[in-house]
């Protein structure tokens, strides 16, 4: 599949950027209707509930770390930092609910919960700048994570528009709201050198993504565990399933890469025509609701994102 158009080292400007929007959206109650709910397929169920699983303290972190910020920051960025709290805490509600519906299907997710709350308790003590650090590296993993489900529909595929409404959903705000970390971040150390600030946020991103990587691992594997699979054999999917040929692990590398490069903005990468795909299919899918038109079918982005 082609690769979303990008801008190379030219950001998009402020003023090009989307706007950020929290909508008003509710998950229905019955949107998980079976317990693997990808295909049927538990490896590749088992990534999006271990997001899932660790999304509300997650959330949370990122809100308080950002709270302290509001009034630091002038508008437009403060106006964008507001959104970006607003639209936080409506993926921490719609994901609590999802919890409790995993742990209805049989899944105890306390396993997952104390690893999140482990990594947030890290950072308790830590400074305002600790704390935004840690979060802007986390943002970048959820905006890239974000930005491969509205690229490639096939991880999505065959799941039904409930469950497929609500990822959307979540992944179109994470990538609208991609640059605010990263923007509040650069005006919280304007003073700092430039080889301390690329330092700084280099070592931060590497501690970040090393504790990603092994928890989101160990989380796949203990859901796995829960449905019968052995450890290794768990392992050796949850490895396929991510980094072989077209997995979301292994399509991100270039994007999680680039973060590292001097000079680095998230929206040196113009995902404006996802966005756009990603609006167009939750209004399909609501109209598929409201009785017009059929389900939103996984590969509906493929012909936009080759014409671009």
């Not at 229905?28 to 490896?43: G, I, K, N, T, Y």
């Not at 690893?115 to 840690?134: C, M, P, Q, W, Y």
């Amino acid at each position: 599949m082609h690769e979303t158009k990008t801008s190379g080292f030219n950001q998009l400007s402020p003023d090009q950027r989307p706007d950020i929007v929290a909508r008003s959206y509710r998950a229905p109650s019955d949107a998980l209707s079976e317990r693997h709910w990808v295909r049927q397929d538990p490896f590749a169920t088992a990534f999006f509930n271990a997001l899932s699983a660790v999304f509300p303290h997650g959330e949370t972190f990122m809100i308080r770390s950002l709270l302290p910020w509001v009034d630091r920051v002038e508008d437009p960025l403060r106006g964008e930092v507001e959104a970006f709290i607003e639209q936080e805490a409506g993926h921490s509600r719609e994901h609590v609910a999802m919890n409790k519906a995993l742990i209805g299907a049989g899944y105890d997710i306390a396993p997952l919960d104390r690893k999140i709350r482990g990594f947030v308790s890290f950072f308790e003590d830590a400074n305002d700048h600790v704390k935004l650090t840690a979060t802007m590296c986390i943002e970048h993993f959820t905006a890239i994570i974000a930005a491969e489900l509205l690229k490639n529909r096939e991880h999505l595929a065959g799941v039904d528009n409930k469950m497929l409404e609500l990822w959307l959903w979540h992944a179109i705000e994470e990538v609208e709201h991609k640059g605010v970390a990263f923007d509040v971040w650069n005006h919280a150390t304007r003073d700092w050198g430039s080889a301390r600030r690329y330092l700084w946020r280099s070592f931060f991103m590497l501690a970040v993504t090393t504790s990603f990587f092994i928890n989101r691992t160990l989380g796949q594997i203990e859901l796995l565990r829960q449905d019968g699979y052995g450890f290794f054999t768990a392992l050796k999917n949850v490895v396929a399933t991510g980094f072989g040929k077209g997995g979301i692990g292994r399509n991100v590398l270039r994007p999680w890469a680039a973060f590292f490069r001097p000079g680095y903005h998230p929206w040196d990468i113009d995902d404006r025509l996802l966005l756009a795909q990603g609006e167009a299919d939750l209004a399909s899918i609501a109209a598929s609701r409201a009785g017009y038109g059929a389900r939103v079918e996984a590969p509906a982005l493929a012909p936009l994102v080759a014409a671009a």
